[in-house]
Nanobody, 124 residues
């Protein structure tokens, strides 16, 4: 079992920044694929950024160059730095985990452990 607790969401204006954090309950989470997903009202959940061991990273095209995923393995924590935010980034953001390398890495269906979500709202 892996418990995931997200924090860091909020409301910002377009162009602003936020940093999301996700703390995992397992000490061996370095062996897990970890990622950030989002779901806007009326839309399907989509992959935003995922990482395996911290060395391998994948990003959705819509966030490349603006969002950065990182892991602090000593703190069992996954981060997502969100810069140059746009109104279309507004969504509930979820942290997710799965043992091993998930393929395809941005597919929500590959992840079995989910956090409760944190809301990101970007106003124009």
């Amino acid at each position: 079992q892996v418990q995931l607790v997200e924090s860091g969401g909020g409301s910002v204006q377009a162009g602003g920044s936020l940093r999301l954090s996700c703390v995992a309950s397992r000490d061996d989470y370095i062996t897990y694929s970890m990622g950030w997903f989002r779901q806007a009202p009326g839309k399907e959940r989509e992959g935003v950024a995922t990482s395996y061991t911290g060395a391998l990273k994948w990003y959705a095209d819509s966030v490349k160059g603006r969002f950065t995923i990182s892991r602090d393995n000593a703190k069992n924590t996954l981060y997502l730095q969100l810069n140059s935010l746009k109104p279309e980034d507004t969504a509930m953001y979820y942290c997710a985990a799965a043992p091993g390398l998930v393929r395809p890495p941005l597919s929500p269906s590959g992840y079995g452990y989910w956090g409760q979500g944190t809301q990101v709202t970007v106003s124009s």
